[in-house]
């Protein structure tokens, strides 16, 4: 019998598979644009609460359910606000020199900060071709941790180094990014640790009759070359890898004052939110607590971009 042909088990589009050596991916900030009409950091960083069900009224133009009221999945953000750490200049791609702008005792939890920060105006270079931002999260809003997480975000502004006086030293909230309608999730997914070849590469089972082993590749390659290939599928790390989710839609947003989303028991595995939240159409990486980075758009499409929802109610 003819032994039959299929492409390989296990996608190499992503190698090595190991864990991520960071909470929060790094971006590449020179492909990522804003809307080009306000000023605005490109970024921000979000917890995952969770998931629940929203009814919405889709008003869609020229979509099956137009004027209709449909359920959808949504995934819940918490998005405490965010301060500037340092100002951060560039020349010919290398750094130039970075300017602290805040001292706050939370910083003490991960970095040594300067006892006195300095002033933007005097420390500034005159000569600079572009400037980012080392922001920092204030998750002691939420009620999940106190360390806050570092990032460097990219502006987009007519004059970069006068938005970043303008926001030095103040919090900047969900609405002074929240102008977009799609949205990529960055972030790592769920850790599974040692897993076996079957789960990890999607390889089939041999049969039952096989010998040493039946969850095993049936050869781990020739006899020369003498050595293992990296292709050959077996066990090893699963999860905590770095992914991006592209073209999120947004579904609603607001703080926990205005309208209070809490279930009476709390989120499960996360609590209750305490400052401002999101809601993203569908799912978005990693467990409750993980931190996900939200950056405009990289590649959006038109099919996403012309949906419209409009929130009616959230069931959690």
Known sequence: MAGGTHPRFGSLQYWPRKRAEKAIPSVNWDVVKGDGKTDSILGFIAYKVGMGTALVKDSTDKSMTQGKKIYIPVTVLETPNMKIYSVRFYKNNKVLKDVVVSNDKELKRIILAPRQPKNLDSEAPKEFDDLRLIMYSMPSQTSIKKTPDLIELAVEAKDKLAFAKSMAGKEISLKDFLKYSLL????????????????RMGIGLKAHKSEKGVRRPGTLGPWHPAHTSFRVAMAGQLGMFSRVIYNNKVIGSGTISEKNINPKSGFKQYGNINSSYILLKGSVQGPQKRQILLTPSFRPTKTMAKKKYELVELEL
Do not use: S
Not at 184 to 198: M, N, Q
């Open 184 to 199: 990529d999730a960055r972030g790592l997914t769920k850790g599974k640790g040692l897993v076996g070849p079957v789960k």
